[in-house]
């Protein structure tokens, strides 16, 4: 009887509001945990595999936009199934192809560990790849936004301090964005729960007020 070859552990996709599954794992800045980073944002993304053209692409432009993060409070890190050999070498080729150093870890996930418990890994899609994750972990280790593109097509870095600077400013303030937002402009009162609140709404001083549900304020 041929014996089934064991996969990674797949489980349901993390959801927004639950705790980031914890990890310890092996990276081109050496052993680190999840935990590690209490107290910091982290922006956590997968990748396909090294040596791929629109991962490289990718990690040129999350390199480049690595002092945004940082200026954010936010740490990124990546990760694949690739070997931590193939990593570093890969951080090498980009060094020398671009002119640009990898400022952040990336897992060496050969395992698919870390991929199985946060569902990066779409056998729709392939079974011995990641597709592409973002996970936007709080200083709390709570999960605050993901998004999930396919292997074939590259991510909206721009989007993602974007949506950064959306999530930092819902949780300071209390309040919600609007479509397209971008930071320094409006932000939306949260809705009414009560007749009082939409009475407040119909004679408060608010700067853009189209409907007592919707109405917006500068911070």
């Not at 999350?62 to 990593?87: C, P, V, Y």
């Not at 779409?122 to 999960?143: K, L, Q």
């Not at 007749?195 to 189209?210: A, C, L, N, S, W």
């Amino acid at each position: 009887m041929t014996q089934a070859t064991s996969g990674p552990e797949l489980r349901p996709i993390p959801r927004i509001g639950d705790p980031a599954p914890d990890f310890e794992v092996v990276t081109t800045h050496g052993v680190k945990k999840l935990s590690d980073y209490r107290g910091n944002w982290v922006v956590l993304f997968s990748h396909p595999a090294d040596f791929t053209p629109v991962c490289t692409t990718e990690m040129v432009g999350l390199a480049q936009l690595n002092a945004e993060f940082e200026a954010r409070g936010a740490k990124l890190l990546g990760l694949s199934i690739d070997s931590i050999h193939a990593h570093v070498a890969w951080v090498e080729n980009m060094r020398q192809n671009f002119g640009v150093e990898i400022p952040f870890p990336i897992i060496a996930d050969l395992d698919m560990k870390v991929a199985g418990l946060y569902g990066m890994v779409h056998p729709g899609a392939s079974s011995t790849a990641t597709v592409r994750a973002v996970f936007f972990i709080d200083p709390e280790g709570v999960i605050q936004a993901l998004i999930y593109y396919p292997l074939t097509n590259g991510r909206n870095l721009v989007e993602l301090v974007r949506l950064l600077d959306s999530l930092q400013t819902s949780r300071e303030h209390k309040v919600a964005t609007p479509a397209n937002w971008q930071k320094g402009e409006r932000v939306i009162v949260p809705p009414p729960k009560t007749i009082e609140e939409v009475k407040q709404r119909q004679t408060g001083d608010y700067p853009e007020k189209i409907d007592f549900y919707l109405v917006k304020k500068d911070l």
